[in-house]
């Protein structure tokens, strides 16, 4: 007998990106304690941790010796060089958890975007986050206090070429309302969650319900 119960589906892979300073953190740590069902892709990077941030919840953060190490010994499912500094998506977690249903959500930039679109182009859905103009970027990146005049002209230097990939993308959103652009987020989520590719168990459940 067909029955709906034994519908699976494999998981996916959420990618938020952004010039710096137009939310995708915000935005992802919204959606992390929102919906149980998303893990983030935690990072390892040779940049040094921030205030507040958590060394394994937040990034993990590693010497270059140690990052160019676990590059030869093929540990990254991609990895690039940001404003001078290395990151990279561990492999081992994502490929089991996906195969097992598990969603990752992913704050990577468009180069990470790209390595991860041709190695698993099914699995992964691509979101831009555009600020509502760039002096409100500005804005919100001296406001978040996190960063010296010199490395937030460096991030306003690099906008526009981030800006730039964003045809790179399934779906771009600007970022002008914070609660409107999670509600959207959450609205694409939930309808990629329903795809036809992702769902495994569709063809024995549909083949059930003509022989039934
Ligand atoms: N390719 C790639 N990019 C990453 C990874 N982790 C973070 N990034 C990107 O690196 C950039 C800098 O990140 P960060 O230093 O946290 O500063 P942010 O721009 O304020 O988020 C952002 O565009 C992130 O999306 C990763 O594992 N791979
Ligand atoms: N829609 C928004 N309106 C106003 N401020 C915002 C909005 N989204 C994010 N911010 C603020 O802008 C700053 C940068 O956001 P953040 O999420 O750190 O960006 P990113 O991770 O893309 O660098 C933070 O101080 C955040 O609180």
């Known amino acids: 007998m067909a029955s709906p119960d034994t519908l699976q589906r494999r998981g996916l892979m959420f990618i938020l990106s952004s010039p710096s300073g137009a939310g995708k953190t915000t935005i992802a740590r919204k959606l992390l304690a929102h919906d149980a069902e998303i893990r983030m892709s935690v990072s390892v990077t ?97 406001g978040r206090g996190t960063d010296p005049a010199e490395v937030i002209q460096s991030r306003m230097d690099r906008a526009r070429a981030e800006i730039s990939h964003w045809d790179g993308y399934d779906y771009v959103i600007v970022n002008d309302d914070i609660e409107a652009c999670f509600a959207k987020v959450c609205e694409i989520l939930a309808a990629e969650r329903m795809k036809r590719a992702r769902q495994t168990g569709l063809i024995g459940f549909v083949r059930g319900l003509m022989t039934d």
Do not use: C
């Open 46 to 142: 040779t940049r040094p941790p921030r205030p507040g941030e958590v060394d394994g919840q937040d990034y993990i953060f590693a010497s270059q010796a140690e990052f160019d190490r676990m590059v030869e010994d093929g540990q990254f499912l991609e990895w690039a060089t940001v404003f001078g500094n290395s990151y990279g998506t561990p492999k081992a977690q994502v490929k089991a958890g996906i195969r097992e249903g598990q969603d990752f959500l992913f704050d990577i930039d468009w180069q990470g975007t790209q390595q991860l679109y041709q190695k698993m182009e099914t699995d992964v859905v691509r979101v831009f986050l555009l600020p509502p103009s760039i002096d409100e970027l500005r804005r919100r990146l001296t």
